[in-house]
């Protein structure tokens, strides 16, 4: 069975920057796209950015231009780069592959 494992959220001050990973113990990793989501309190789960296995990169119009999604294959791994956070970033992250998803990790931003 697929596991994804996060980790790097935590708390930070508005317009700063922390990078999430997730990693994976599927053996073709490269052979998939990869996803970031997130869910605040009272909220609905949504789409934060996606990778395809070719590097092709999508993103909510909410953190364009902010966050940075990528992979390293080797590493079966996908990060997250969140730069200029601002307190509505404030959620729980999750990453998901095909249809397994990670524990998901806090990221709390104070204004």
């Known amino acids: 069975q697929v596991q994804l494992v996060e980790s790097g959220g935590g708390l930070v001050h508005a317009r700063e920057a922390l990078r999430l990973s997730c990693v994976t113990s599927?053996?073709?990793?490269?052979?998939?796209?990869t996803h970031w989501y997130r869910q605040a309190p009272g909220k609905q789960r949504e789409p934060v950015a996606s990778?395809?296995?070719?590097?092709?990169?999508e993103y909510a119009d909410s953190v364009k231009g902010r966050f940075i999604i990528s992979r390293d294959n080797r590493k079966n791994t996908m990060y997250l780069q969140m730069n200029s956070l601002k307190p509505e970033d404030t959620a729980v992250y999750y990453c998901?592959?095909?249809?397994?998803w990670g524990q998901g990790t806090q990221v709390t931003v104070s204004s």
């Open positions: 998901k592959l095909v249809e397994t």
């Open positions: 599927t053996n073709n990793f490269s052979e998939y796209a």
């Open positions: 990778i395809s296995s070719g590097g092709s990169t």
